[in-house]
T-cell receptor
Framework: GAVVSQHPSWVICKSGTSVKIECRSL??????MFWYRQFPKQSLMLMAT?????????EQGVEKDKFLINHASLTLSTLTVTSAHPEDSSFYIC?????????????FGEGSRLTVL | RKEVEQDPGPFNVPEGATVAFNCTYS??????FFWYRQDCRKEPKLLMS???SGNEDGRFTAQLNRASQYISLLIRDSKLSDSATYLC???????FGDGTTLTVKP
């Protein structure tokens, strides 16, 4: 089946630093990738929709200058949390849809747990 | 109104029970639906796809009612390992429900 790999799985950083998370579709072309954030005991919250070669579409309340998304190829999207603060500590997950299969199924990365000290 | 709404739960059931969750969606043009399962601190994993009237896989049955715009997930003979959060997804816009938490107790 389709595989999405997310890296890193865990990251701990100091307040004020920037952290980049990568999301790769390993065996298919991902027209669209999605980025989510999940706080403990809460549901997945869509942060932004990323389309290859164009600017990401951010959900209301998500700061585009703080959460930089780049989708430079059909297999890679990156999320950079700039000037991270403790309140940004969360579980960040990406998902992708298979352009060729076009079923609408979402393939999820394993998630990245960010802890900002 | 949210695009996708799920039973809020939580559902606490004994082992062996049958439990059903509902998920309603607002976009009548939606074609594909999915149930995902998410374990604590893990990514969601696909449980079932629903493209037509329904789908069955072992103890799990998903049904689609287009007229009333809802999808249901039925779990029979529930196991301890079924404890998780179940997410309803409407394809096309990556729209999620908030999830329904199920706890199966011995």
């Amino acid at each position: 089946g389709a595989v999405v790999s997310q890296h890193p799985s865990w990251v701990i950083c100091k307040s004020g630093t920037s952290v980049k998370i990568e999301c790769r579709s390993l065996d298919f072309q991902a027209t669209t990738m999605f980025w989510y954030r999940q706080f403990p005991k809460q549901s997945l919250m869509l942060m932004a929709t990323s389309n290859e070669g164009s600017k990401a579409t951010y959900e209301q309340g998500v700061e585009k200058d703080k959460f930089l998304i780049n989708h430079a190829s059909l297999t890679l999207s990156t999320l950079t949390v700039t000037s991270a603060h403790p309140e940004d500590s969360s579980f960040y997950i990406c998902s992708a849809t298979n352009r060729q299969a076009n079923t609408g199924e979402l393939f999820f990365g394993e998630g990245s747990r960010l802890t900002v000290l | 109104r949210k695009e996708v709404e799920q039973d809020p739960g939580p559902f606490n059931v004994p082992e062996g029970a049958t439990v059903a969750f509902n998920c309603t969606y607002s976009n009548s043009a939606s074609q594909s639906f999915f149930w995902y399962r998410q374990d604590c601190r893990k990514e969601p994993k696909l449980l079932m796809s629903v493209y037509s009237s329904g789908n069955e896989d072992g103890r799990f049955t998903a049904q689609l009612n287009r007229a009333s715009q809802y999808i249901s997930l039925l779990i029979r003979d529930s196991k301890l390992s079924d404890s998780a959060t179940y997410l309803c997804v409407v394809a096309g816009k990556s729209t999620f429900g908030d999830g329904t938490t199920l706890t199966v107790k011995p």
